[in-house]
């Protein structure tokens, strides 16, 4: 078996493991898989494993531990111009920032997040990262500035679910009421 295959099964072992709720051994396959990955060659394949284990570590409030690895993978991907991976990562970034209570600083990284699903075309995605964008907003204070964005991310998403175009209704009333339109 060679070491990418090896690499590719300790992957399948992470994501079993995760599924069952069983996080610290996920780490360790992952990170077993990441090892494997460098010395393959495969940066793409090593990269994604940083990036799942910082969203274990996330899940685990192992805080220090999730941000460094979540970092390093965002800079991996941009490094390797992978912008789809990138986001996903500055998006884990802006939403661990979020669950520590730095808000101000997960507003930039969602911010980036969107601002790049938007660049690729990822029309869903950035949706998504701009509805969690608003709810950081609303948090820190911006109500208006988050019903926006939400609206925004609201008209942006490809599949809404029947809630959300339902809010979408309403928030195109309520910007209405705000511009004077009605």
């Known amino acids: 078996m060679s070491e990418s295959k090896s690499g590719e099964t300790l992957e399948t072992e992470g994501l079993r493991l995760f599924q069952e709720g069983l996080y610290e051994q996920a780490v360790e396959r992952f990170g077993k898989a990441q090892e494997l990955f460098v010395i393959d060659g495969k940066e793409v394949k090593a990269a994604e494993m940083l990036n799942n284990i910082g969203v274990l570590y996330r899940l685990m409030q192992q805080w220090n531990q999730a941000q460094n690895a979540l970092e390093e993978a965002r800079a991996a991907f941009a490094r390797l111009g992978d912008r789809d991976r990138e986001a996903q990562a500055l998006g884990n970034l802006g939403g661990l920032l979020a669950s520590q209570g730095e ?14 699903f938007g660049e690729i075309g990822d029309k869903q995605r950035q949706g998504e990262a701009l509805l969690n964008l608003a709810v950081q907003m609303w948090r820190t204070g911006d109500r208006r500035g988050a019903l926006m964005t939400y609206y925004s991310g609201l008209q942006t998403l490809q599949k809404a679910t029947l809630f959300q175009k339902i809010l979408r209704s309403l928030l195109k009333i309520t910007s209405r009421l705000w511009s004077g339109g009605i």
Not at 103 to 116: G, K, N, P, T, V
């Open 103 to 116: 808000r101000l600083r997960a507003l930039e990284y969602l911010r980036q997040s969107a601002d790049i």
